[in-house]
């Protein structure tokens, strides 16, 4: 039930950030911290107890990055589920599709702590 609820929520921010700044996928791109703020909001009213994580994400592919391969982002949690509803920003640096909306596991590319940057430049 509670899972459903999230989502519900979920859903609702993703779709009024995707109204108010366009595209599905990249020009969600560093609204993470609005959406989380919506996000806190809207749990609260449910009385769902949550956390803001600000946390970092690192990259499949960084060869369009410039100086780290590895960029802040920032995401809910409630108990051990985890929420994200602006994660496809990041699509042109991982292989593969991301998920428009997740509630569930944490994916093993985010992390808690600031990573070491692996990027080497000449």
């Known amino acids: 039930m509670i899972v459903q ?3 519900a929520i979920s859903e ?4 009024l950030l995707v109204a108010k700044y366009g ?18 909001k809207k749990l609260l009213k449910k009385g769902i107890g949550h956390r803001i994580v600000e946390g970092w994400i690192i990259y ?10 590895y960029d802040e982002h ?5 108990d051990d589920l985890y929420v994200d509803v602006t994660l496809t920003q990041f699509e042109p640096f991982m292989e593969g599709p991301l998920q428009r ?10 992390v808690y702590e600031e ?5 080497e430049v000449d």
């Open 115 to 119: 990573p070491a940057d692996t990027l």
């Open 23 to 40: 595209s599905e996928n990249n020009d969600l791109q560093g609204k993470c911290i609005e959406a989380a703020e919506l996000i806190s």
């Open 12 to 15: 609702e921010v993703r779709t």
């Open 60 to 69: 499949d592919d960084a060869s369009g990055c410039s100086d780290r391969d």
């Open 101 to 110: 909306i997740i509630v569930g596991e944490k994916p093993s590319f985010l």
């Open 74 to 78: 920032t995401w809910i949690e409630v």
């Open 5 to 7: 609820q999230i989502h």
